[in-house]
Structures are given as C-alpha cells and as structure tokens.
C-alpha cells in the first residue's frame, strides 16, 4: 500500500471516524479502534528518529485524523523529524485543518471529495448531508486557494458514482487550477478481518501499522496529561 505516490513514505494510523461510508477499507479502524493496539508515543519518536533519514514522507491517516484535537502538535512533532507530513482528511472539519496548517505551515492535505453534494448522504452512511457537505468543502476550497501547494484532491469511483459525477466533481465542485485523481474502486475486506490483521506478527514481531490511539497521547484533551497541559506533551513525547 502506498499512502503517499512517488514517496518512500511511512503512515501513522488514528482510530476514529466521522463518516460511515459503506466502502470502508479501514471499516475496523475506523468504527473499532479499540481492536487495535496502540502505539506509544515515545516509541513512534523513536521510530521516525531512527529512519527519518531513509523517509521522504510521513502520512497521517485513519480513520479521520481530524477527530483528534491534538492533531496540530502531532503533525508539528512528526514534521521536526524532518520528511514533509501529510494529512488524509474527509473536509468535514475544516477548523481542524486549519488549526493544523497555523501549527505547521509546511503540511500537505490530501482531501478526498466523497461525491457531488447530493449524493454525499448515500456514499457516507447518511453521516452527511449535502448542505453539510457543501458548506464544509467551500471552506476548504478557499483554504486550499490560499495555500494552493498543500492541497491536493481526490475521488474513489464506488459503485455509486458514474463517470457524470467524476466530471461534476472535476469541472464544477473544485477550485479553478485544482487537478482531481479518480482512485478506482477495489472491493474492502469481509468485515470482522480488521480485527485478525491488528495482532502483531509472531514472525516479525512487527505491529501492522502505526496506530496510536486519542486518549494513549500525552497531550490528548481525553488523557490526564492533556487535560494539565492540553496539546503540549507530545512533541516532548515523541522526542521531537
């Protein structure tokens, strides 16, 4: 799995998830993070001191990043080990976005535009509506204007999508001078697999992945060092 094109690159997972899209590879993750063992942070830092050099990317993605408030320090730390981060957002919280961008104004988004507006309720679980949708992504379609080099869009072509409304995506939704990539579409895993791949490998000795729960963060609002010193911990953490 690549989660950043063209870049050796290495992903942190978050657990959580603001949508209920019915075509969910992380449907686990997403809806269950509490299958899956967390990560310290101490030890990430020193998974990222130790092949910071080797990298030139590291992707924060999910589930829904944006869901964790202490996603600005968490992506300012990472940046400190030196490859460019990237976020994986759905738009539903620009706030968060921009939050993240006053913390560390080299990161990048990539921002999945789901479907046109109206169709927003059918491919997310009905977790959207389409005045939702539109009015978040008008948000961060002019974050994106503002920041043109850190945004980049794209679209999985689900089942429920036809090419009709790739094209009202491309040509009306987005901003001008903004290019859309079409993911095709593959079939997730049976649910309940989830759950068998967050074992660690007995031959590797390896977690699968990189997932760190909210509440295990130093510097989480739900964990007790977050609510003494709310978002400053864990860049201390990490060892950034």
């Not at 657990?15 to 209920?20: E, S």
Request: charged fraction near 20%; proline fraction near 10%.
């Amino acid at each position: 799995m690549c989660e950043w094109p063209g870049r050796m690159s290495a992903g942190v997972f978050l657990g959580g998830c603001n949508l209920r899209c019915p075509h969910c590879h992380n449907a686990g993750l997403a809806w269950h993070p509490d299958w899956y063992p967390p990560i310290e942070p101490a030890d990430l830092g020193k998974f990222f001191a130790a092949r910071g050099a080797w990298l030139d990317g590291i992707v924060v993605t999910g589930g829904e990043p944006t869901l964790n408030a202490d996603l600005p320090e968490l992506v300012a730390a990472l940046g400190a080990f030196g490859p460019p981060v990237k976020v994986d957002t759905n738009g539903m919280r620009p706030e968060m976005v921009t939050a993240v961008l006053g913390h560390a104004p080299g990161v990048r988004f990539s921002v999945d535009v789901k479907a046109p507006y109206e169709k927003y309720p059918l491919v997310t679980g009905t977790a959207v509506t389409a005045d939702e949708a539109r009015e978040n992504l008008r948000v961060i379609f002019e974050i994106a204007r503002e920041y043109p080099e850190s945004f980049k869009f794209r679209t999985t072509l689900v089942p429920e999508l036809c090419e009709a409304d790739v094209q009202e995506i491309r040509e009306v939704m987005l901003p001008s001078g903004f290019e859309l990539t079409v993911q095709a579409y593959v079939p997730p895993k049976a649910r309940g697999e989830e759950k068998v791949h967050a074992h660690s490998n007995s031959k590797t000795r390896r977690l699968p992945g990189n997932l760190v729960h909210g509440a295990h963060r130093p510097g989480h609002l739900k964990g007790p060092q977050g609510q003494r010193h709310p978002g400053s911990a864990f860049g201390e953490a990490v060892g950034a």
